[in-house]
């Protein structure tokens, strides 16, 4: 079974802050992917990774920026946190092209 | 408009139901269908996976895909307590996944 695992489940940090989650998988995935997910929006991309130290934005980028140093570990980092960014972040990952996401359990961030 | 429209629910049904859950799109570039399973307060679960129309069975569930129509479904027979979640439908073309709004059942004892 893919494993995604997620730093941690629930998260408390204040404005300005710079925050870092973390997400591990261990099924040499190539590509992992950061979202949110808010009431009413639904699920919406942040950033994704193809390959080690290769991102692209997704579609809400703003204030936030990722790292991909090896291959099973994505880092999204919120360079100063906002009450906006207050949030349940899902990271994801995929063998590759044409295959499905596997996600993680989340990490719920509150941002006071 | 929307990529993706889902039911929007909630839906309730007893214990044994066959539970039916709907979504359309606008996107004829879709290659990829999934349904996701979300527990309260847990990640996204895949439960089917298909690229073709047409039917696919895994155990209880069954994935429905028309592609001419735009329209995908998923079937749960002899719904159980524990099927109680949030479903959710994705699609995707190269590596976005767009997923609908989600719909949430409740299967009654």
């Known amino acids: 079974d893919v494993k995604v695992t997620q730093s941690s489940r629930y998260l408390v940090k204040r404005t300005g802050e710079k925050v870092f989650l973390e997400c591990v998988q261990d099924?040499?995935?190539?590509?992992m992917f950061w979202y949110r997910q808010d009431p009413g929006l639904g699920l919406r991309l942040i950033y994704f990774?193809?390959?080690?130290?290769?991102?692209e934005k997704g579609d809400i980028p703003e204030g936030y920026s990722v790292s991909r140093e090896k291959k099973e570990r994505f880092s999204l980092i919120l360079e100063s946190a906002s009450t906006s960014q207050t949030s349940m972040y899902l990271c994801?990952?995929?063998?590759?092209?044409?295959?499905?996401?596997?996600f993680g359990d989340g990490t719920r961030l509150s941002i006071l | 408009q929307k990529e993706v429209e889902q039911d929007p629910g909630p839906l309730s049904v007893p214990e044994g139901a066959i539970v039916s859950l709907n979504c359309t799109y606008s996107?004829?570039?879709?290659?990829?269908f999934m349904w996701y399973r979300q527990y309260s307060r847990k990640g996204p679960e895949l439960l089917m996976y298909?690229?073709?129309?047409g039917n696919k069975e895994d155990g209880r569930f069954t994935a429905q895909v028309d592609k001419s129509s735009k329209y995908i479904s998923l079937f749960i027979r002899d719904s159980q307590p524990s099927d109680s979640a949030t479903y959710l439908c994705?699609?995707?073309?190269?590596?976005?996944?767009?997923f609908g709004a989600g719909t949430t059942v409740t299967v009654r004892a």
């Open positions: 990774s193809y390959d080690v130290k290769m991102k």
């Open positions: 994801a990952s995929r063998l590759g092209s044409n295959q499905p996401q596997h």
């Open positions: 099924m040499d995935h190539e590509n």
């Open positions: 994705a699609m995707s073309v190269d590596y976005k996944l767009s």
């Open positions: 298909t690229y073709s129309s």
């Open positions: 996107n004829s570039a879709f290659q990829y």
